[in-house]
């Protein structure tokens, strides 16, 4: 079982930058893909992207790509969401999952963090 937490979220302007970590704990890092989502007050919790176990594979959400980059480094236990040019959409808590199969379904998931806020002024 993984035990998720996330960090790194908090208030900045748009056009401004800020990189999530989530940390793991629990069963073996390097066996779980991990992933990223979000959720608006208001609106479901969405895909933003997704990372292989050994992290050749990535995947994004369109509204993202382009702006964000997912990377992992299993030797620390971590997952990172690096976050550019940020827009007042990308406003959300911000989850990190684990799973391990391979997916982009919410449902797909087994495994969840806390969340942290993003909010991104205009």
């Known amino acids: 079982q993984a035990q998720l937490v996330e960090s790194g979220g908090g208030l900045v302007q748009a056009g401004g930058s800020l990189r999530l970590s989530c940390a793991a704990s629990?069963?073996?890092?390097?066996?779980?893909?991990m992933g990223w989502f979000r959720q608006a007050p208001g609106k479901e919790r969405e895909f933003v992207g997704a990372?292989?176990?050994?992290?050749?594979?990535?995947n994004y959400a369109d509204s993202v790509k382009g702006r964000f980059t997912i990377s992992r480094d299993n030797a620390k236990n971590t997952v990172y969401l690096q976050m550019n040019s940020l827009k007042p959409e990308d406003t959300a808590v911000y989850y990190c999952?684990?799973?391990?199969?391979?997916?982009?379904?919410?449902?797909?998931?087994?495994?969840w963090g806390q969340g942290t806020q993003v909010t991104v002024s205009s």
């Open positions: 629990g069963r073996t890092f390097s066996s779980y893909a």
């Open positions: 999952a684990a799973t391990t199969g391979w997916t982009t379904r919410l449902d797909g998931f087994q495994y």
């Open positions: 990372i292989s176990r050994s992290g050749a594979i990535r």
